[in-house]
């Protein structure tokens, strides 16, 4: 037997020696373990237990469903312990590890969601715009009847709670709510979804959101492309933030296809710019295709990343840059056409056409225009009769 196995022998003889030698009478007089009466108050995330003087606690452990054990110590000077920024809603077991003398104990709570399981609002999700307007959405319960209601409270920091002043209603329940005014610059927000019916106890809903899980962009600005025969590249303006941001926090999807292909996921080209890349994309294309581009941003930081909107699809390609031969012909031959009868119409109506070609005149009928015709036979001119040789013509009668 080594010297360990001697020890714990020799240990256990003690133990078993003492505890002989004290008897029933010093059994009896050994104190009971004193109960804490431990308490947790959910809108405070506070642990607290009775305070006693000869009562030493040394840590506070929560045993969280998502997030697994969690260990605190004591405030200082204060018989609690505090859990902050985890969410409550599936309910946590805490227990308290403490001595009293030298001896060691624990006592333990189960903190539960007391209401009828599938009531509760689900689905819950915010997004937050132009860093000062927030959007929240959830949905009635499974097993929630016409008659539930529920409430969103909403705290930012240390800040106290404060209820939504906007809801959003479906048949009279609410099931969304928006802040156009979000006050204060908070990294992190709790949410916590009350309900009410006057059937059932309905479980609270509960969430912690950082701001840069919940931030979405518009979408970039100012696109525009340029091609050769080969390549393209496509550029764009990112999308302003009150908040200064690194060019690395922001990442952007281009999605590229030809203008032939179906409206579905298809994509010719799809790609993730890093910000600190450039605003910029270059890609290689097929001669004579068409194509159109989009182009979306969200925060690099963010798992799983939370898109904005689509851009409007730009189009550009060889096709458009450079059209056909045939196609170029056909629009000089139309537009010889329609200059010419635009000349001519502009001709007929200035009396150009009148001018260019006159009109052949008309014998003028004397008598139908009413003029009276003179029978006379003009006068003879004796001095040029004399001039001209005069022919006779004599005819002989037989």
Not at 6 to 13: A, G
Request: charged share 20%; with cysteine.
């Amino acid at each position: 037997m080594g010297t360990q196995g001697r020890v714990v022998l020799f240990s256990l003889f003690l133990t078993r020696t003492g505890l002989l030698a004290l008897g029933p009478q010093d059994l009896s007089t050994v104190e009971p373990v004193p109960t804490l009466n431990l308490s947790f108050d959910a809108r405070t995330w506070t642990l607290a237990w009775v305070c006693v003087d000869n009562i030493t606690v040394l840590n506070c452990t929560m045993l969280h469903r998502e997030y697994g054990p969690v260990t605190e110590k004591p405030l200082e000077n204060q018989c609690s312990c505090e859990f902050k920024d985890y969410p409550l809603h599936r309910g946590a077991l805490f227990i308290v590890n403490a001595s009293l003398g030298h001896r060691w104990f624990k006592e333990e709570l189960e903190y539960t969601n007391p209401g009828t399981e599938g009531t509760a609002a689900a689905n819950f999700s915010c997004f937050i715009l132009d860093e000062d307007f927030m959007n929240c959405t959830w949905t009635r319960g499974q097993w929630a009847s016409d008659e539930v209601q529920y409430f969103l409270y909403i705290r930012g920091g240390e800040d106290t709670e404060v209820e939504c002043p906007h809801y959003i209603d479906d048949r009279g329940t609410h099931v969304g709510c928006h802040i156009h005014h979000l006050l204060g610059s908070y990294s992190d927000f709790y949410f916590l979804v009350n309900g009410t019916s006057p059937e059932s106890k309905i479980p609270f809903f509960d969430a912690f959101l950082t701001r840069s899980e919940m931030q979405m962009y518009r979408p970039p600005t100012n696109i525009s492309v340029t091609c050769n025969r080969t390549h393209c590249l496509v550029t764009w303006e990112r999308p302003s933030t009150q908040k200064l941001m690194s060019t690395r926090e922001q990442d952007f999807d281009v999605d590229i296809r030809s203008k032939g292909s179906p409206d579905s996921d298809h994509s010719e080209i799809k790609a993730t710019v890093s910000g600190d890349e450039g605003d910029m994309f270059s890609f290689p294309i097929s001669p004579r295709t068409s194509y159109m581009v989009r182009i979306r941003a969200a925060n690099s930081r963010t798992e799983p990343q939370r898109w904005g909107a689509w851009s409007q699809p730009v189009g550009f390609g060889l096709e458009e840059q450079e059209p056909h031969s045939a196609y170029i012909y056909i629009l000089v031959v139309l537009g010889t056409l329609s200059v010419a009868l635009s000349l001519w119409v502009l001709c007929k109506r200035s009396h150009l056409l009148h001018n260019l070609f006159p009109p052949i005149p008309k014998i003028k009928d004397k008598i139908r225009d009413g003029q009276q015709v003179n029978w006379a036979a003009p006068p003879l001119n004796v001095e040029k009769l004399a001039d001209k040789e005069v022919l006779t013509i004599v005819e002989e009668f037989s």
